[in-house]
């Protein structure tokens, strides 16, 4: 499903941010390493992963390791693309494009006995399938420490504008939504049907889950990564006004999140579209990530 790439959410009076010029490592991975001299602070997460949104433009996700370089100037940012050809590669190419991610961690030490602080943010069904390609990947490469037990630096997730649901709606939403010519869009819907019919009867038949089911579960596993738990503190932040990942199914499965007892906040934007809650209101947005991060290490304090 196609998240489509940054809208405007009205005029932007953004103040400047600093350049950045992440190294591309492969082709759907940079890395970002912190300014030598930079005036990082040992209280701020050693590593910031962030997982794009599917077929995001890069100027549109350099905006945001921008803004984490003056927040976090100490942090090594790993940045992991998402494209839409992904939905139908296999799980080895899948995983394949994520691989890269493993070597910086390795040279992070993150394997070590003193693993980095983590920051995890997530940016629409895309990113949300590619942290799980990443999970499968760690746990393969994890080693464990002297008590048996996976490393858990402290951590905290914060989900923009997802999951979403497998529903057809969510489906023309997702993308007939960037199509401004109305024939054109009757004409897309056409295969789109098609296509989705054909998933959900091959995947009925076969006895698996939709990839969207799968996502959403996945996100619901509380060791979603080897060193986050049920209290790692998760934040959603998603849009009322969001045409493309609905709030209902982003609200469904905060629900089913509480239900498992996981520490969860909720931030809802109202008159923003997708995956453009930063660009409406950046005091509000850049606040609710400064407070999650904050609530990582008061848990880390306390364990």
């Known amino acids: 499903m196609s998240d489509g790439d940054e809208p405007v959410a009205g005029p932007s009076k953004l103040p400047p941010l600093p350049p950045v010029n992440p190294t591309q490592v492969s082709r759907d991975v940079f890395v970002l390493q912190p300014d030598k001299d930079g005036l990082g602070k040992p209280e701020d997460p050693g590593l910031i992963l962030l997982f794009g949104w599917m077929n995001a433009k890069s100027k549109s996700l350099l905006r945001y390791m921008s803004k984490y370089t003056s927040i976090y100037p100490g942090a090594t940012q790993v940045l992991v693309m998402s494209r839409g050809e992904s939905n139908w590669s296999s799980e080895a190419k899948n995983l394949r494009s994520v691989k890269p991610v493993i070597e910086i961690l390795k040279k992070l030490d993150f394997y070590g006995p003193n693993p980095p602080d983590v920051l995890v943010h997530v940016f629409s069904n895309g990113g949300g399938q590619q942290l799980l390609l990443l999970s499968h990947l760690i746990r393969q490469n ?68 939709d990839p969207m089911e799968v996502l959403r579960a996945g996100l619901n596993v509380p060791n979603i990564l080897p060193w986050t738990s049920a209290k790692t503190p998760r934040v959603y932040i998603y849009g009322k006004d969001d045409q493309i990942i609905p709030s209902y199914a982003v609200e469904d499965h905060i629900a089913a999140a509480r239900a498992e007892k996981f520490e969860v906040k909720e931030e809802a934007f109202r008159g923003s579209s997708h995956v453009a809650h930063a660009r409406k209101d950046p005091d509000r947005y850049w606040g609710i990530v400064k407070d999650a991060w904050r609530d990582a290490l008061k848990l880390k304090a306390s364990l």
């Open 142 to 209: 994890a080693p464990k420490d002297a008590d048996g037990q996976p490393m858990k630096p402290a951590g905290c997730l914060i989900f923009d504008s997802l999951p979403g649901d497998a529903t057809l709606r969510s489906a023309y939403a997702a993308y007939l939504t960037p199509i401004t010519s109305y024939p054109l869009k009757i004409l897309t819907a056409i295969p789109i049907t098609v296509i989705w019919w054909i998933v959900m009867a091959t995947t009925t038949l076969i006895g698996r889950q």
